[in-house]
C-alpha cells in the first residue's frame, strides 16, 4: 500500500506499475465531494514522491466508476460569491492538472458509469479503457450548467470540436461503441479483462511503444483546427444548440461559445475560460431550478425507499376495468414485471386493453428496446379475465372503471369478497373521495387512492392517497406498487381534486376569468406555452376531454364553494353544451384533424370564437406579464393551501407533483419555488394587485406571514 485514505488508496498493481483506487468509505458509488478532492490531493501527492512507479491506473472500487460531483454540495457552493466559486472550481482544476502532468503515463480504467466529474478525471489522463459494461457521459446541461473541471477543454481537443460540442451539448450518457467511435475512449473491453488491458496499456508506453507525452501535450496546446473550419464548427453549432435547447436553458449555448472562445487557448488559460462562464451558469436561477429537482427527486426516493421498508408483498396484481386507464396500468406493471389479472365486464373492454398493450410493446420492438420473445412475456404477464376465479392470488388490486361513485363501490364491494383479507384494495378515481369510497368496505384500512396520469405509460407520477381509515402498511403497499412499476409515487391526504386536479382546477378558474374578459385564449395557450408549459390551458382542457373538465370543476365546486364556484357561465360550460369534448370528439376549443400519422392536429375554429362571444366581454389585449400573473396567481395560491392544510407534506412533494403531473417547466423547479424565487413578498402583493378578480386570488394569512417574516419555501 502506497496511499490509504478515506476515498483514494494507491496500490501496487504489478512491478512499477501502481494503481489509484476511487473507492469512498460509508458509500455505495463514488463522487466526488469535498473530502474525495481533498483525499486525491493526498494520493497525488504521495504518487508524485514514489520515483518507483513507472506507470498509474486509475480505477473504482465501487460498481460505478465515478457517478460525477457531488450535487448536494452545489447548493450551498452555487450560492458563493463569484471569485470565491471561481476559486474553488480552479482548485479542482489544478489537481487534475496533476494528474495529467504526472511523468509517467496514465490511464483510466472505467468498469461502470463514468459521468460528469467522473468523465472529466478519465479526461485528465492518457487513455481510457471501458468496460464493455461501462459508459460515459457529461450530463452536466441537465443541470443548468455545462462541465466545468475541464471537460469543454479536454474532450473536444481528444475528439475533435465537433464530437466534444455534442456531448457536452446534449448531456446524453453514452455506450461503449459510441464513446470508442469518436475516440473518447481508447479500448473497450469484457470487464473482467480491463484491469489487464490497462496494464498492457503502460507496459506499452513505458516499452516505448506507444508516446504518451504526446497525448499529454495534445490536451495542452489550443485546438487544433484551421480558423475558417473553427468558425464554421461553432457558427453551425450555436443556432442548432439554440434552438434544440430552447429559450429557457442557456447552459448548451454557453457551452459553444466557452469552447470557442478558449479553443486557441493552451490549457492553463482554457481552464480559467471554462471556469469563469461556468461560474456565470452556476448563478442562473436555471441552474438553482433544475440542482434543486435533483435533490427533490433524491429525497422521493429515499422517501420512497422507506414506506417500502413496511410494505406487504406485492407479486401479483390486478386492476378493475380495462379501459384506456386500467389498459395503461396492465401495460405498464407487466412491462415491469409484475404480473396483472385484468378484468372487465365485457370481452370488448379486454379486447381494447390488450390492444394498448400490444401496440406499445410493438412501438418498443420498433425502436429497439425490447425483442419478439420480450414482448411475449411482457404480454404473458398481463392475464385478462371475464371472472374473480384468480383473485385469492392477488395482493394489490387497483379499480379504474368509470368515474361514478355508485358503480365503483359496488365494485369494490365485490372484490373486497374476492381477495384475501390482508390484500390491498386501491383506485384510480380521478375526483372521488377515498375516505367516501372506504365507506363501502368492510376493511377500510386496506384501501387508498392510487391516481395515475393519462398516458399512464408516459407519466411518471402517482399520487398515493390516504384515506381517514388507510393504514400505513396500505400506503407502503401502494408505494411499493408504484415504485415497482417504475412511477414516481407522492403520498397526499385525502380532499377533493387531491393534490394535482385541486391546484390545477384554479390555474383553469385564472383561464376562463382571462377568457370572459376579453383574452384571445389562443394568445393565453401562446404565453402559457412560452413561460414553459408543454401546453396551454385551452389545448390541455382538449386534450384532457372537456366532458372530463366539467365533470371535475363540477367536483371542485362542490368540494371548494367558496373560491371555485361560479355563477358565470364559462368557456369551459359553453364547450361542454356544444358538445364539443375535446380531441376525442375532433372539436373543443381548437379543431382537430388527424395527420399523416394518425395524430390529432390543431387547429383555430373561428366558430369556437362565436360561440364564446355569450359569455366574453370586447375582446382585449392582455400583456404577457398580466397572463402570466393572472394564471399563476390561482396556482400558487391552492399550492400553498394543500401545503397549509397537510394535503401534502412539503413543498418539494407539492413541486414535484406539479412537475410530473402537469408538466409545470423544469427549469423553474415547480411552482413553489417559482414564488421563491420572485419573493414570497413581490407574490403576495402580486397576488394583492389582483385580489379584486375575487377569491381565488386571495393570500392566506400562513403566506402572508411567511412574507412579512422574510421566509421561503425552500431555504
Ligand atoms: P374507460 O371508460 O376507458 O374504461 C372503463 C372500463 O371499465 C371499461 O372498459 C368498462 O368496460 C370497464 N368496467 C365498467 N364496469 C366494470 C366493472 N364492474 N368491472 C370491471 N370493469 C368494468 O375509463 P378510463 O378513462 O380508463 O377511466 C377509468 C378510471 O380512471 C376513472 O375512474 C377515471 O376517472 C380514472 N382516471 C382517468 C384518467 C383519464 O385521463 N382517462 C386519468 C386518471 C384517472
Redesign the pocket.
Given at each position: 500500500m502506497i496511499y490509504q485514505g478515506k476515498a483514494f488508496k494507491v496500490l501496487e498493481y504489478s512491478e512499477g506499475i501502481a494503481e489509484l483506487r476511487f473507492d469512498l468509505e460509508g458509500e455505495s458509488v463514488n463522487k466526488f465531494n469535498q473530502l474525495a478532492l481533498e483525499d486525491l490531493d493526498q494520493a497525488l501527492a504521495a504518487i508524485e514522491q514514489d520515483s518507483a512507479i513507472k506507470g498509474l491506473i486509475l480505477s473504482s472500487g465501487k460498481e460505478v466508476f465515478v457517478v460525477g460531483a457531488d450535487i448536494t454540495e452545489f447548493v450551498a457552493n452555487f450560492r458563493l460569491d463569484d471569485d470565491t466559486l471561481f476559486g474553488l472550481v480552479m482548485d479542482v482544476n489544478r489537481l487534475f492538472n496533476r494528474l495529467e502532468d504526472l511523468d509517467i503515463p496514465t490511464v483510466t480504467a472505467i468498469n461502470g458509469t463514468a459521468l460528469g466529474g467522473g468523465f472529466e478525471v478519465s479526461l485528465a489522463t492518457d487513455y481510457r479503457v471501458l468496460s464493455t459494461k461501462g459508459s460515459v457521459g457529461l450530463p452536466e446541461v441537465k443541470l443548468g450548467i455545462f462541465p466545468g473541471w475541464g471537460g469543454t477543454v479536454r474532450l473536444p481537443r481528444i475528439t475533435g470540436a465537433d464530437n466534444g460540442i455534442e456531448w457536452i451539448c446534449t448531456g446524453k450518457t453514452w455506450k461503449p461503441e459510441d464513446a470508442l467511435k469518436i475516440g473518447a475512449v481508447d479500448a473497450v473491453v469484457e470487464p473482467e479483462k480491463l484491469m489487464q488491458a490497462a496494464a498492457t496499456l503502460l507496459q506499452r508506453c513505458i516499452a516505448g511503444e506507444l508516446d504518451f507525452r504526446e497525448r499529454k501535450q495534445e490536451k495542452r496546446e489550443p485546438l487544433k483546427l484551421p480558423p475558417i473550419e473553427a468558425m464554421m464548427v461553432f457558427e453551425t453549432a450555436k443556432p442548432f444548440i439554440a434552438q434544440k435547447a430552447g429559450p429557457h436553458m442557456p447552459a448548451p449555448v454557453t457551452a459553444v461559445k466557452t469552447v470557442q472562445k478558449h479553443a486557441s487557448m493552451p490549457r492553463d488559460k482554457a481552464l480559467e475560460a471554462e471556469a469563469k462562464n461556468f461560474v456565470k451558469m452556476a448563478k442562473t436561477p436555471v441552474a438553482e431550478a433544475l440542482v434543486g429537482l435533483f435533490l427533490s427527486d433524491q429525497f422521493l426516493k429515499k422517501q420512497a425507499k422507506e414506506w417500502i421498508q413496511q410494505s406487504g408483498p406485492v407479486e401479483k396484481t390486478a386492476v378493475?376495468?380495462?379501459?384506456?386507464?386500467?389498459g395503461g396500468i396492465a401495460y405498464q406493471s407487466a412491462l415491469k414485471k409484475t404480473p396483472i389479472l385484468m378484468?372487465?365486464?365485457?370481452q370488448q373492454?379486454i379486447d381494447?386493453?390488450l390492444k394498448e398493450a400490444g401496440k406499445l410493446l410493438s412501438k418498443r420492438v420498433t425502436k429497439g428496446k425490447l425483442d419478439s420473445a420480450g414482448m411475449g412475456e411482457v404480454l404473458n404477464r398481463i392475464m385478462p379475465t371475464l371472472s374473480y376465479g384468480d383473485f385469492g392470488g392477488v395482493d394489490v388490486v387497483v379499480e379504474?372503471?368509470?368515474?361514478k361513485e355508485s358503480?365503483?363501490k359496488a365494485?369494490l364491494a365485490e372484490v373486497e369478497e374476492q381477495v384475501r383479507d390482508d390484500a390491498v384494495l386501491s383506485?384510480?378515481?380521478?375526483?372521488i373521495s377515498i375516505t367516501e369510497l372506504a365507506k363501502a368496505l368492510k376493511r377500510p384500512e386496506n384501501f387508498c387512492g392510487m391516481?395515475?396520469?393519462?398516458p399512464v405509460h408516459m407519466m411518471p407520477l402517482v399520487e398515493v392517497i390516504r384515506g381517514e381509515k388507510t393504514s400505513d402498511e396500505t400506503v407502503a403497499t401502494v408505494v411499493n406498487y408504484a415504485h415497482k412499476m417504475g412511477k414516481t409515487p407522492i403520498v397526499v391526504n385525502d380532499c377533493p381534486g387531491f393534490l394535482v386536479n385541486r391546484v390545477l382546477f384554479p390555474y383553469f378558474g385564472g383561464f376562463s376569468q382571462l377568457v370572459q374578459d376579453g383574452a384571445d385564449f389562443r394568445k393565453i395557450d401562446k404565453v402559457m406555452e412560452h413561460f414553459g408549459m408543454p401546453m396551454g390551458p385551452a389545448y390541455l382542457l382538449d386534450v384532457?376531454g372537456i366532458d372530463?373538465a366539467q365533470h371535475a370543476q363540477k367536483v371542485m365546486e362542490e368540494g371548494y364553494p367558496e373560491r371555485m364556484k361560479t355563477e358565470v357561465k364559462t368557456p369551459l360550460n359553453v364547450m361542454f353544451e356544444q358538445e364539443r369534448f375535446g380531441q376525442k370528439n375532433g372539436k373543443g376549443f381548437y379543431i382537430y384533424e388527424p395527420d399523416k400519422k394518425g395524430k390529432p392536429r390543431k387547429q383555430v375554429d373561428e366558430r369556437a370564437f362565436e360561440l364564446l362571444k355569450t359569455v366574453v366581454a370586447e375582446p382585449r389585449e392582455f400583456s404577457e406579464e398580466e397572463i402570466i400573473a393572472r394564471m399563476m396567481i390561482p396556482l400558487g395560491l391552492e399550492t400553498v393551501r394543500t401545503l397549509e392544510e397537510g394535503i401534502v407534506q412539503s413543498a418539494i412533494e407539492a413541486d414535484m407533483a406539479l412537475v410530473m403531473g402537469i408538466g409545470f417547466p423544469v427549469f423553474r423547479g415547480g411552482i413553489l419555488k417559482y414564488i421563491d424565487a420572485m419573493g414570497v413578498d413581490q407574490f403576495v402583493k402580486l397576488a394583492d394587485q389582483y385580489a379584486y378578480l375575487g377569491p381565488l386570488y386571495q393570500a392566506t394569512d400562513g403566506l402572508r406571514q411567511m412574507a412579512a417574516g422574510g421566509k421561503r419555501f425552500y431555504n
Open positions: 378493475l376495468g380495462a379501459g384506456i386507464m386500467g378484468k372487465d365486464i365485457n373492454g381494447l386493453g379504474a372503471v368509470l368515474e358503480v365503483k365494485v383506485s384510480n378515481t380521478s375526483t391516481h395515475f396520469f393519462n384532457v372530463t
